[in-house]
């Protein structure tokens, strides 16, 4: 299919010695809506060509000219430019030319008297290739820049996810540490009390036994809380190291390493967690990214239940291996999506946390680990009483 509308603002350099004929087609281009830049000859052709600045995008002449002729003027533009079309006029006598003009890479000639739909199919014919690449390559220019937004705006969204699961870690992490830090400090306090307050006989061998049994007794209470609170932070460290290392695992130990980390929060607010872990296929993953998917998904939940004040609130996870990889399903019964189209939670920015600062980008950055980094599958619908999540993993490697 020819295109018309293709000659529409091209620039073409005409070059013709006898101005009545040149005159006759600029009006004609004209009309097409080429704009025309006429030369007497090929000198000054050339010039044009030369300040023209990359402007040209064709050129028409004829052979015959004074002072220097069509095919010397082309010799000398091509070899400035070995890509822009060049039709040649010519009278039926000077097609002696014709084999030196091949030599020059002459896109086309048209017969002198020139025909008008002639010449309008030959322009079309030798312009479309370059002004179909010269749109490509604007194409490209702007696609480039688009990636660059995109990836920029992926990096921010990487940090804002970041700093979202890093505010909540530290939630979290206070959450469990209350406990311990309160029964080190009743510990500490009875120790302290007892020694003050005189209650061993230290006279008798069997107050200084009492004694004894009673500090290793809570000094090992100490140490055992001590111990609590390390393992809680070294769970959180390996969650949140930053480097993005492959780790050889079973999905089910990813899930129960991210059941680790909001165990206190699920307990407190009394989600009773119902696990079907049935996969054993060994996988590549990135495990600190899988962990944040599953921590994403099940606090989403959570936060749901608490909204909604649901009782007898339930998690069900349940793993099996697949031919190629492994399933996973997350459902709470903290009641249905709004819509029957779940995508748009998966949307970046999405929420309907609003009012509790939610940053609507949990889900997303969860896609973008699944099916960009895994290249797996995630999806969500609404089932029974509320909202399942269905993870496909392959392995990485
Ligand atoms: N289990 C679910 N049931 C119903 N709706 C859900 C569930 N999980 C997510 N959504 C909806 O999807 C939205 C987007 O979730 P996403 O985790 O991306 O952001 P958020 O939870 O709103 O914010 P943030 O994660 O920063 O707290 C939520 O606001 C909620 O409306
Ligand atoms: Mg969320």
Known sequence: MIDKQILNNINVLYAEDESIIQEGIKETLNLFGINVICAQNGQEGLELFKESNNKIDLILTDIKMPKLDGLGMIEKIREINRDIPIIITTAHQETSYLMQSIELNIDAYVLKPINIYKLEETLIKA??????????????????????????KQKIM????????????????????????????????NLKYKLLSGKFDLTTKEGREEQAEFFTGKLDEIEFYVQNLTTTIDDFRNFYKTDKTIVKTTIDKSINSSLKILQKDLETNDIEIKLNLNSKNIINIYENEIIHVFINIIKNAQDKFLEKKIKNAVLEITTKDLDDGIEIEIYDNGGAFEKDNLDVIFEPYFSTKKEKNGT??????????????????????????????????????
């Open 127 to 152: 312009i479309e290739p370059s002004i179909l690449k010269k749109k490509l390559i604007e194409k490209n220019k702007k696609l480039e820049i688009e990636i660059a937004k995109n990836e920029e």
């Open 158 to 189: 990487e940090a804002q996810s970041r700093f979202a699961a890093m505010g909540e870690m530290i939630s979290m992490i206070a959450h469990q540490w209350r406990q311990p830090l309160a029964s080190i400090g009743t510990a500490s306090f």
């Open 360 to 397: 609507g980008i949990g889900l997303y950055m969860s896609k973008i680990i699944i099916e960009k980094n895994h290249n797996g599958k995630i999806a969500a619908k609404n089932i029974n009483e509320g909202v399942s999540f269905n993870i496909i993993l392959h392995s990485m490697i």
